[in-house]
């Protein structure tokens, strides 16, 4: 086991890490003043559940109704394993290169040093912006349609659009954006970390209280739909799963750990993965025990009869909602932070303080108009969920599953003769097919969808 998954004690050693390295004046003004370098090990953990621990939860078990029990569990795990095997590569990576007195920060300084200034440039700084902002876009999209949701429950006919919704969670945003550093989110993603127990327990609970009344459904295993729809429906559900563990932004958390680093970016996935062993599988097959083949692509869905009507107190479906809509701010906010820090670095000077007046008016401005930008494009694009996918495929998946292993072959170059190296190999090759087959899936549902697509359309 120890060759599947290397821990921080495989990492050949340099001699004592220099907490001081990298020198404060080498840093521009994004690393020095965003990626602030001063938390623990239990702050990281924080962090990266808030970062990969969402409402997609909700997702999981239409991803389990496209595959079936037997292989959406075994799908559900195998992408837990590949995604903890892959964040801790990364991380190994990272803390090979910080003892070596060479601490990278973020995602395309990873690139730069391992693969070449190219690289960071021209692939995985722009795929690693576009997934965070369509991140924020999503998040703000998603946030008015919570919001939207809870509107309706009180006033069914009411005349409000998704627009107005989402304008309002904007509001807040603008206002959570000009927290000024990563590490300034720590207390934030703690309260994350427990809506999301919090929003998970709900949709368990609504789901078993559901199934075992008069007005479950009957519960059919068998999947829907012709042959094609049943391969195109698998490569959905991947995709599904696939998200529901992205992340994208592992270098930049572990930017924030105090150093020295050693050991502490495995404690803190072994955090957030114990999260999502104890959210993940309880969503996921509660929710397809409950309602079989006629799961929605949101359980919450299922808690609406076909008259939309509630299946559930509504006090209890707007307990739901609101612990979905506030923790979805505050992932939205960390994953600002990869733009923010961009921002950061073109518009601050690093040789002045971080609240001096030089500095802040560049920052409330910038900050202020990326999220007035990204509200803009949630209101106009309310399909934009499709469009995701598809950026999905080409960011999430190289990002996530291929670079990883790509990085930790090129740094430890370990003999073509290993497992790990073959492992590790086989892992970047089923990806990138996945990718692709993913990107081709994503098109599909955008033609079939397109009839649907109108600018600020409240759907």
Known sequence: MGTVFPDSMDVPSTGKENPTVQRLEELDAGALF???????????????????????????????????????????AFAALVTFYSYNLLSLVLEHHAQLGKRQLRFRDMATDILGPRWGKYLVGPLQFAICYGA???????GGQCLKFVY??????????LYQFIMIFGAVLLIFAQLPSFHSLRHINLGSLVLCFAYSACAVAGS???GNSRNAPVKDYS?????????????????????????GIIPEIQATIAPPVKGKMFKGLCICFTVILMTYFSVAVSGYWAFGNHTQSSILNNFMDDNQKPLLPTWFLLTTNIFALLQLSAITVTYMQPTNELFEKWFANPKMGQFSTRNIVPR????SLSVITAIVFAAMLPFFGDIMALFGAFGI??????????????TFKPSKQSFIFWGNTLIAVVSTALAAVGAVASVRQMVLDAKTYSLFANM
Not at 46 to 62: E, K, N
Not at 397 to 410: E, G, K, Q, R
Request: hydrophobic share 50%; glycine share 10%; charged share 5%.
């Open 364 to 367: 409330v401005i910038s900050r």
């Open 397 to 410: 998946i190289p990002l996530d599953f291929i670079l990883p292993m790509v990085f930790y072959n090129a």
């Open 34 to 76: 965003v990626l602030k370098s001063k938390g623990s090990w239990l702050h990281c953990g924080y962090h990266l559940t808030t970062s990969i621990v969402a409402p997609v939860i909700f997702s999981l078990p239409f991803a389990l109704a496209l595959l079936g029990w037997v292989y959406g569990i075994l799908c559900l």
């Open 223 to 247: 999947i829907n739909g012709s042959e094609v729809n049943h391969v195109f429906g698998a490569i959905n559900a991947i995709s599904i799963i696939a998200t529901a563990y992205g992340c």
């Open 152 to 161: 309706l429950l009180y006033k069914p006919n009411g005349g409000m659009q």
């Open 208 to 210: 078993i209280h559901i």
């Open 136 to 142: 924020v876009i999503g998040g703000s999209l998603l």
